[in-house]
């Protein structure tokens, strides 16, 4: 079982910068993929960045040049910066770990997530 605990979140306001933090505690063996996702209130969830244990990383669109993911494989945390924030960029962001185990198999783990408001 792995658990993971996100941090970081809460108000800032239109253009200002926030970062967030996941950090993975268990039974670990291998996180192949690291990756954030974010809810807003009334739509889905959907991926914002994802970064792979090579350091490949995933932007979608609406967050290219403003957010930025990185990770600690030793210590199986993941970080997201974000910049500029703007009001629909208010969500709640979840963490997500894609963790294989020595016999290859592969099960996504979800954090509970976090808060972040961004308003005037």
């Known amino acids: 079982q792995v658990h993971l605990v996100e941090s970081g979140g809460g108000f800032v306001q239109i253009g200002g910068s926030l970062s967030l933090s996941c950090a993975a505690s268990?039974?670990?063996?291998?996180?192949?993929?690291m990756e954030w996702y974010r809810q807003a209130a009334g739509k889905e969830r959907e991926l914002v960045a994802s970064i792979t244990s090579e350091h490949h990383t995933y932007y979608e669109d609406s967050v290219k040049g403003r957010f930025t993911i990185s990770a600690d494989n030793v210590k199986n945390l993941v970080y997201l910066e974000m910049n500029s924030l703007k009001s629909e960029d208010t969500a709640v962001y979840y963490c997500?770990?894609?963790?294989?185990?020595?016999?290859?198999?592969?099960?996504?783990?979800w954090g509970k997530g976090t808060l972040v408001t961004v308003s005037s």
């Open positions: 268990g039974r670990i063996f291998s996180i192949p993929v």
């Open positions: 997500n770990m894609e963790h294989q185990d020595r016999w290859g198999a592969r099960r996504n783990y």
